[in-house]
């Protein structure tokens, strides 16, 4: 299994540009996040997906979209790139939401937005 | 408060004990969790506890749990170089794991 993967590994985006964080998981793994993290802080969840079809905010939703077309994949997309959203963009997967031990990481996207 | 906390820093000489704490918010958590994550690199679940066990143990980590109180904490016994790293204590909530800011553990010579 690879995992979780994510692409593109950097990025550089003009205030303004948009783009998709690609994201995918072959585990068959019900439930997907993303989060972003700030230098020197934590994980704040962007959004989240229990299921193909199914998406939810998280903490900080503005300024992204998510869709779920499929269990494998689930991409971010930012549509008018702000410096705010300078950051490295984490994606995740679980088995379920509750009562699941453990989620697995992707290895990150470090974007920067000038 | 809705976050979990932990302090930021923690300065620790090698071959020492570690001991990183945390205060949770959800008393119904079903998991409490420690991630470890390396410079440039994702998260990676270190260990976890059930809400109704008070201490694991995993060769040289031991979780202890405080329900009553909301507080976990994590001990790295024997201190190694290779234990730098930000340690992020977690809760599930939900359908969310919702994790602290990370402590910055790093190893004094």
């Known amino acids: 299994n690879a995992g979780v993967t994510q692409t593109p590994k950097f990025r550089i985006l003009k205030i303004g540009q948009s783009m998709t964080l690609q994201c995918a998981q072959d585990?068959?793994?019900?439930?997907m996040y993303w989060y972003r993290q700030d230098p020197g802080m934590g994980l704040k969840l962007i959004y989240y997906?229990?299921?193909?079809?199914?998406?939810d905010k998280g903490e900080v939703p503005n300024g992204y979209n998510v869709s779920r077309s499929t269990t494998e994949d689930f991409p971010l997309r930012l549509e008018l790139a702000a410096p705010s959203q300078t950051s490295v963009y984490f994606c995740?997967?679980?088995?379920?939401?509750?009562?699941?031990?453990?989620?697995?990481f992707g290895p990150g996207t470090r974007l920067t937005v000038t | 408060g809705e976050d979990v906390e932990q302090s930021l820093f923690l300065s620790v000489r090698e071959g020492d004990s570690s001991v990183i704490n945390c205060t949770y918010t959800?008393?119904?958590?079903?998991?409490l969790y420690w991630y470890k994550q390396e410079p440039g690199a994702g998260l990676q679940l270190l260990t976890y506890?059930?809400?109704?066990?008070d201490m694991k143990q995993d060769q040289r980590l031991t979780v202890l749990l405080n329900k009553k109180d909301k507080h976990l904490s994590l001990r790295i016994a024997d201190t190694q170089t290779g234990d730098s790293a930000i340690y992020f204590c977690a809760e599930n909530r939900d359908d969310k794991i919702i994790f602290g800011k990370g402590t910055r553990l790093h190893i004094l010579p």
């Open positions: 585990m068959n793994h019900n439930y």
């Open positions: 997906s229990v299921g193909a079809g199914i998406t």
């Open positions: 959800d008393s119904s958590s079903t998991y």
């Open positions: 995740a997967s679980s088995v379920s939401g509750r009562d699941s031990y453990e989620q697995y």
């Open positions: 506890i059930f809400s109704n066990m």
